[in-house]
Nanobody, 126 residues
Framework: QVQLVESGGGLVQAGGSLRLSCAHSGRTFSSYVMGWFRQAPGKEREFVASINRSGGITSHTDSVKGRFTITRDNAKNMVYLQMNSLKPEDTAVYYC???????????????????WGQGTQVTVSS
């Protein structure tokens, strides 16, 4: 059984920063590709970032490149999303996800993931 619990969301002004954290309950955390997704009301769930098992390879969607950084700490079963220079369009519920495998798409689709957290709200005001 794997549980993912996000934390760190909140309300910030445009240009501000937040760090989201995701705690993974499994004993084989390092076996999972990890990802962050976000979903705004009425919109499809959107890929934000992913990180491979060792943490050495990351991918970020174009809209957050240079502003967001995904990292992981396998010793602590944690994955993080550092968000800087936040914009109002970043407002969404952010979800942590875990994948047991590499996908053809590079784990950029929600369908590539096996486990999901409950989400944490990020709201960026103008």
């Amino acid at each position: 059984q794997v549980q993912l619990v996000e934390s760190g969301g909140g309300l910030v002004q445009a240009g501000g920063s937040l760090r989201l954290s995701c705690a993974h309950s499994g004993r084989t955390f390092s076996s999972y590709v990890m990802g962050w997704f976000r979903q705004a009301p009425g919109k499809e769930r959107e890929f934000v970032a992913s990180i491979n098992r060792s943490g050495g390879i990351t991918s970020h969607t174009d809209s957050v490149k240079g502003r967001f950084t995904i990292t992981r700490d396998n010793a602590k079963n944690m994955v993080y999303l550092q968000m800087n220079s936040l914009k109002p369009e970043d407002t969404a519920v952010y979800y942590c996800a875990a994948s047991t495998r590499l996908s053809v798409s590079g784990n950029r689709s929600p369908r590539d993931y096996d486990y999901w957290g409950q989400g944490t709200q990020v709201t960026v005001s103008s």
